[in-house]
């Protein structure tokens, strides 16, 4: 899903290629760090290598694979300070967005907001993690679709691929998620429907930034789930070594 409608009316192969990986990356079918072989792809989606690298070179501009020169391409995999870098400046657009959508358009920005909080409501009820996390996006891109600046919207659709992938893989890994972050989406609702609308830039504020010290806290869970399956390999490798 995009903000800034920069999508082309026809598309190159290359360009259609890349929104598919891309959603792959985002829906975590791709693991962060993962290898992406050229021909690989090219398989996959019955293609030439020439459209894959078209669409890699894409992906590369958007912050969502990486080309490692002599190793390959590899989709993105965040440091804490790739976290905190993101997270601060999805910050900067999403207080601004919001904050100019209530002013210009705060029924027509409501009229969406409500809608995917009864989503998330219904994806909670259902366990459907995948599902919140699509209304979780569709909530906040709510702001740019009404803030009226073309320029914030294209600014946030450039880190929208790395802000949901970090959504999909770390988010819910969280402790206390989404329960927390609903309570905040919430409060915004009541702002839009004409509570104090002083306190949305805090508000707003505060809940990227905590999501920021989730998804660091997260990732070094990750990492730690890694750093044992590797000795635990290690182990296995050393005794079947030892039996031959």
Do not use: W
């Amino acid at each position: 899903m995009r903000v800034a409608g920069q999508a082309e009316r026809n598309p190159s192969l290359g360009a259609q290629l890349a929104e598919r990986i891309r959603a792959a990356i985002i829906s975590a079918e791709f693991d962060l760090g993962e290898a992406l072989s050229e021909d690989g792809l090219a398989a996959a989606f019955g293609v030439s290598r020439t459209p894959v690298r078209e669409a890699l070179r894409l992906l590369q501009t958007q912050g969502l694979v990486a080309v490692v020169p002599k190793s390959g391409t590899f989709v993105f995999n965040p440091t804490e300070a790739d976290i905190a870098e993101l997270c601060e400046f999805r910050s900067m657009l999403e207080v601004k967005a919001a904050s100019l959508a209530l002013q210009r358009a705060a029924a027509a920005t409501l009229a969406e907001l409500r809608p995917a909080v009864e989503s998330m409501v219904q994806a909670q009820a259902q366990g459907d993690m995948r599902l919140y996390g699509r209304a979780d996006m569709a909530f906040h891109l709510a702001f740019f679709a009404h803030c009226g600046n073309r320029h914030l919207a294209e600014a946030y659709d450039m880190c929208l691929g790395r802000v949901s992938a970090l959504r999909t893989h770390l988010a819910f890994a969280s402790k206390g998620e989404p329960a927390r972050s609903f309570a905040d989406h919430q409060r915004i609702v009541a702002i839009f429907a004409g509570d104090d609308a002083a306190d949305l830039p805090e508000i707003l504020d505060q809940h990227i930034l905590r999501t920021r010290q989730n998804y660091i806290e997260a990732l070094q869970d990750r990492l730690r789930a890694l750093q044992r399956q590797g000795t635990r390999r290690d182990q296995m490798r050393r005794k079947l070594g030892m039996a031959g």
